[in-house]
Structures are given as C-alpha cells and as structure tokens.
C-alpha cells in the first residue's frame, strides 16, 4: 500500500477544516488567470474570503472527510484549474464583486472559448483585401461600405467550450476582440447543502428588483380580483366594493343620498331626449300680468301751513273793507 505523503495529509486537514467552519464553499476556476492579478484580487479580498488552491484528488478527499452533507455534489464542477474560496458573504454579493474585478484579454491559440465567441455586425477600420476572404474563412459575411470593410451580420465564430485555433485568434486580434474574462471564474457555491450554479448566481440587479416588483403588483392584482383582504389591499377593497355599490344604485335607480342627484339628471336627459324623438313643441308660456292698484288719496285734516296763512290774510282783508 503507497504511502501518503505528510503535506498531502496537511493540505486535507486545512482544507477540511475550512469547509467544516464557512457557510459559504465555493469552486472557483482560475485557469488563464496571471499570477499577478491572482495577487491582486487575494489583497482585495484579503478581509472576506479565503483561497485555497490544490490538487482536484485532494479536494476531493476533503468533501468526503467533511461533517457537511452532500458536499461531493460539488466535485462535479471542479473545472480547469480548481480553486476553492471560502467566505461568511452572501454568495451573490460574492459572484458579483468577483465579477466586477475581472477584466477582458485577447483570446490565444490553443485555448478553450469560455462563452460563444461573437462577431457583431458593424463598420470596421480595413480596408479591402485579402481580410475579406479571411473573414468568409469563418463564415463573416462582409461588404466595402464607403471605402471600408463592414460586417453584414452577426456571427458565431466559436461556440463554448470550443479550442481557438491560430488563424480565429489572430482575426479576432485583428478585430480587437477581447473574449477573454481574466479573474476569479466562480463556478458554483455549496450554501446549507444546497449547490448554486453561477447561471443562478449572475443576476442583473436592475432586472431583479424589476421582478419583484412586478411579483408584488402581481399579487395584489389577484388579492384585488378575488377579494382576498390583506393589509396592504383592505383600502383598495372597500373602495372598489363603495365603487361597485354606487355603479349598481345608478344601474337600478336606487335612489340614495349619494344617487339622486345623478338619476335625476339622467331623467331629464332622457325625458329631452324623447321629447327630441316624438317632436314634441315647447309648451306656450303664460304671461303674468300684474294689476297695479290705485294707492287712495289720503287727506290729511292739517292743511298746509302755506294755504292757512293765504285764508288768513283773505279774511282779515274782507273785515277791512265791510268797515
């Protein structure tokens, strides 16, 4: 029997400990990565995550001697140059501040596309040549537009998973495509046994609020429509419910403090309306007269002071001329 070497033993221990003490387990694959942005991202992450990069057997080992349930379900997602990253963070918050401190790279020949390589349709800087029938190699279909090369549609050079040979490397070059993402690739995490893929883990936050808002709006709507009374739609039933009560007193002419006035105006409305129908003339109108009465002389018994005095002196001049 082959005798296990003592650092091999060391390494399993370590890793196994770790497993047994973070939360959050993840595989991350980090082959094409330079040393130096290796070095980088492991200072930037120094305060919350943990990288321990081994052997695939020996990891492999370490999932088995672990306490936790189901770990070797992530011995299948063990790709290219398996690392594993250990961390209390939240693991989409993880994916995404792995994902923004990665960065683009040319693609070399020999190595395998990491997603479908795509060559978008557009103008480009050459001139025609020999690039056209380079392009056509690949399927590229192109055209001289104002006295330049423009590709005519987008095109899939090589698909995921796919070797780049020479000759695609050095077009792509030329087209200065960069399909290469240098970083920390995470490919899967292991939280309370549950395996999450990074197709679940790449998440748009924008798109995920708008998601759950529609969620929400979603569930209202059949609350509202089945009359399901919650917290947040009491308000709403009831008004739909005092709505739906005043749309059938109008409907059945129910008259109510609320109606009434509504009714009888729709009743006039109607009653013009058939009046328009049956050509009814307008009713005569009937002139008031109004009788004015004779206000009585009133005569008064005093006589004006005026007529008096004028009486006087008539009578003083009669009694005159008798003497």
């Not at 595989?27 to 995550?49: D, F, G």
């Not at 011995?75 to 994902?99: C, H, Q, R, V, W």
């Not at 009937?286 to 009133?298: I, L």
């Amino acid at each position: 029997m082959a005798k296990v070497a003592e650092h091999k033993k060391i390494t399993v221990k370590e890793i196994t400990t770790l497993i047994d003490k973070y939360p959050i387990i993840g595989i991350v694959n980090m082959k094409n990565l330079p040393a130096k942005q290796l070095q980088t991202m492991r200072e930037q992450l120094r305060n919350t995550v943990i990288i321990r990069m081994t052997k695939k057997r020996l990891i492999k080992i370490a999932f088995e001697q672990s306490k936790k349930e189901d770990l070797t379900k992530l011995s299948e997602y063990l790709k290219g140059m398996p690392a594993l990253i250990f961390t209390n963070d939240n693991p989409f918050k993880l994916f995404a501040t792995l994902k923004k401190n990665k960065s683009t790279a040319p693609i070399k020949a020999g190595q395998v596309a990491p997603n479908n390589i795509i060559v978008k349709a557009g103008p480009t800087g050459f001139s025609p040549g020999p690039i056209i029938s380079e392009l056509a190699a690949f399927r590229i279909k192109s055209a001289v537009e104002n006295g330049k090369i423009a590709i005519k549609g987008d095109t899939v050079v090589a698909k995921e998973g796919e070797v780049v040979s020479q000759k695609l490397a050095a077009i792509l070059q030329r087209l200065k495509l960069e399909p290469m993402e240098i970083g920390l690739d995470l490919i899967a995490v292991c939280e309370n046994n549950e395996i999450i893929t990074k197709e679940v883990l790449d998440i748009n936050p924008e798109e995920y609020l708008s998601n759950i808002k529609s969620a929400a709006t979603m569930a209202i709507n059949l609350s509202i429509n089945t009359g399901y009374p919650t917290k947040e739609t009491i308000t709403l039933l009831i008004q739909k419910a005092a709505f739906d009560a005043l749309s059938l007193a109008l409907s059945q002419d129910i008259l109510t403090d609320e109606t009434v006035k509504t009714i009888i105006a729709k009743v006039e409305g109607q009653a013009k309306c058939l009046k328009l129908q049956l050509n009814i003339p307008d009713a005569p109108q009937v002139e008031k007269k109004t009788k004015e009465k004779k206000q009585p002389k009133v005569e008064t018994k005093e006589e004006p002071q005026k007529v008096k005095e004028e009486k006087k002196e008539e009578l003083k001049e009669n009694n005159e001329s008798k003497s």
